[in-house]
C-alpha cells in the first residue's frame, strides 16, 4: 500500500520569506498524481498544487511551487513571499494512476509570523 | 460550475443516537464521492468512497455506514453513535480516476 509521509508537524515561517514543506512517499507505481492542499482555519480544503509523474518539470502556481524528485520519492511545496493568509494546515496527496482513492499524509501546520 | 454541498455544519448528538449527513453535488454527473474524517488535528482518514449509483466501498470497518441513492447524492449515517465518532467529515467529489478532488465545507460532529 501507498503511504504519504509528512515529517514536519509544524513549520514556521516570517511573513515575506520563503518556507519548503516536505514530504515523502512510498510507492512501487511509476503512473501517479501528486497533490498539495491547504486547509486553513475555515477547515475549508483547497486545492494548491498538483504533479503529474510523468511530467519532468515542476508543476508552479503562482508563489507556491514543487521540487518533484521521482527516485527520491520527494515532494516538496515551496511557498514564496509568505503571506499571513498563508497560515494553514498543508496536506500532501498520493493517487496511483488508476486508482479511485488518495492518500493523504498527517499534515504540516504552517504559522505565518508577521 | 460544479459545486458541493454538505450539512449541517456542525452537529452535537448523545451516544447512541442515530446519524445522517448529506452531501449532494451539482453541475456534474457519475461523480466519485468521498466521505473523509479528521480527528481533531490529525490528518484524512477515508471512510467510504462511491464510483456509481448504489456502489459503495467501506475503508475502516466501523460503526459507520454509506449510501448513494442518487447520482450526486452521498450520505453517512450510524445506527447508534460512539463517542469515537466525534470528528471533522468531509465530503468529497471528482470527475474520475486521476482527477482533482474537491471539498465540502464539512460538519463537526461532537457526541456527548
Known amino acids: 500500500a501507498q503511504t504519504v509521509t509528512q515529517s514536519q508537524p509544524e513549520m514556521s515561517v516570517q511573513e515575506a520569506e520563503t518556507v519548503t514543506l516536505s514530504c515523502t512517499y512510498d510507492?512501487?507505481?511509476?503512473?501517479?498524481?501528486l497533490f498539495w492542499y491547504k486547509q486553513p482555519p475555515s477547515r475549508q480544503m483547497i486545492l494548491v498544487i498538483r504533479?503529474?509523474?510523468?511530467?519532468?518539470q515542476n508543476a508552479t502556481e503562482n508563489r507556491f511551487s514543487v521540487n518533484f524528485q521521482k527516485a527520491a520519492k520527494s515532494f516538496s511545496l515551496k511557498i514564496s513571499d509568505s503571506q499571513l493568509g498563508d497560515a494553514a494546515m498543508y496536506f500532501c496527496a498520493y493517487d496511483n494512476f488508476g486508482n479511485e482513492k488518495l492518500t493523504f499524509g498527517t499534515g504540516t501546520r504552517l504559522t505565518i509570523i508577521p | 460550475s460544479q459545486t458541493i454541498h454538505q450539512w449541517p455544519a456542525t452537529l452535537v448528538q448523545p451516544v447512541g443516537s442515530p446519524l445522517s449527513l448529506e452531501c449532494t453535488v451539482e453541475g456534474t454527473s457519475n461523480p466519485n464521492l468521498y466521505w473523509y474524517r479528521q480527528a481533531a488535528g490529525r490528518g484524512l482518514q477515508l471512510l467510504f468512497y462511491?464510483?456509481?449509483?448504489?456502489?459503495i466501498s467501506s475503508e475502516v470497518p466501523q460503526n459507520l455506514s454509506a449510501s448513494r441513492p442518487q447520482d450526486r447524492q452521498f450520505i453517512l449515517s450510524s445506527k447508534k453513535l460512539l463517542l469515537s465518532d466525534s470528528g471533522f467529515y468531509l465530503c468529497?467529489?471528482?470527475?474520475?480516476?486521476?482527477?482533482?478532488?474537491?471539498f465540502g465545507s464539512g460538519t463537526q460532529l461532537s457526541v456527548l
Open positions: 468529497a467529489w471528482r470527475r474520475g480516476q486521476d482527477e482533482k478532488l474537491f
Open positions: 504533479q503529474e509523474a510523468y511530467k519532468q
Open positions: 462511491s464510483v456509481g449509483i448504489g456502489q
Open positions: 510507492t512501487s507505481e511509476s503512473d501517479y498524481y
